[in-house]
Each structure stands twice: as structure tokens, then as C-alpha cells.
């Protein structure tokens, strides 16, 4: 059972949206800090957003007010809404769950801006 599964990536123009969603199963979702990362060839995966288990958030300079991290604990999922895309916003997203060191990663999903 994989435990975190991305979906929603795309090709889109620069200017539009996209919603990420990242679906959890076989652990405590609810009690862990989710964020989603992202990261492109030959660079070092960053990190975009978080939202701890009480739902307050953090985002990385880059990406403030262009993208929302939020979260469904009884679906289990985390979102990530992207709204006025850039090209600079192309990579792999990846989504994370961390608890005192305990760790999950998704396998990622590409986001391509583009026009």
C-alpha cells in the first residue's frame, strides 16, 4: 500500500490554475504535518508549502499568494490549489507527511506551465 498518492498535475498556460491532490492511507493522517515539495532536473527538491495537524500554513516566498495548501482530514487528502502559474513553477510536485521524524513521500506528479 503506497502510502501518499499525487494526482492532478498537467500541462497548463502561463496565467492558469491547476488543484494538486495528494490521497494518504496506512497511517494517522490527521496527526502529521503534510507539504508538498517540488523539485526539477539536475536541482534540489524545495519545498512550496505546509500545513501542520492543526491546519496553520507556511509558504515558501516564491509561491505566496499564487498558491493555498490546505487539507480533508476525513478524505484523507491534502490539497494544493495553483493559481496564476508561472513558467518557473514547472517541476515534479511531491507530496510529504512528517511526525516526529517519521517520514512519507508520494512518487510525485509533473506540472508543466507552458505555452
Known amino acids: 500500500q503506497v502510502p501518499l498518492v499525487e494526482s492532478g498535475g498537467g500541462l497548463v498556460q502561463p496565467g492558469g490554475s491547476l488543484r494538486l491532490s495528494c490521497a494518504a492511507s496506512?497511517?494517522?493522517?490527521?496527526?502529521?504535518?503534510m507539504g508538498w515539495y517540488r523539485q526539477v532536473p539536475g536541482k534540489q527538491r524545495e519545498w512550496v508549502a505546509g500545513i501542520s495537524s492543526g491546519g496553520s500554513t507556511n509558504y515558501a516566498d516564491s509561491v505566496k499568494g499564487r498558491l493555498t495548501i490546505s487539507r480533508d482530514n476525513a478524505q484523507k487528502t491534502v490539497y494544493l490549489q495553483m493559481n496564476s502559474l508561472k513558467f518557473e513553477d514547472t517541476a515534479v510536485y511531491y507530496c510529504?507527511?512528517?511526525?516526529?521524524?517519521?517520514?512519507?513521500w508520494g512518487q510525485g506528479t509533473q506540472v508543466t506551465v507552458s505555452s
Open positions: 496506512g497511517f494517522a493522517f490527521s496527526i502529521y504535518a
Open positions: 510529504n507527511a512528517l511526525l516526529y521524524g517519521r517520514e512519507f
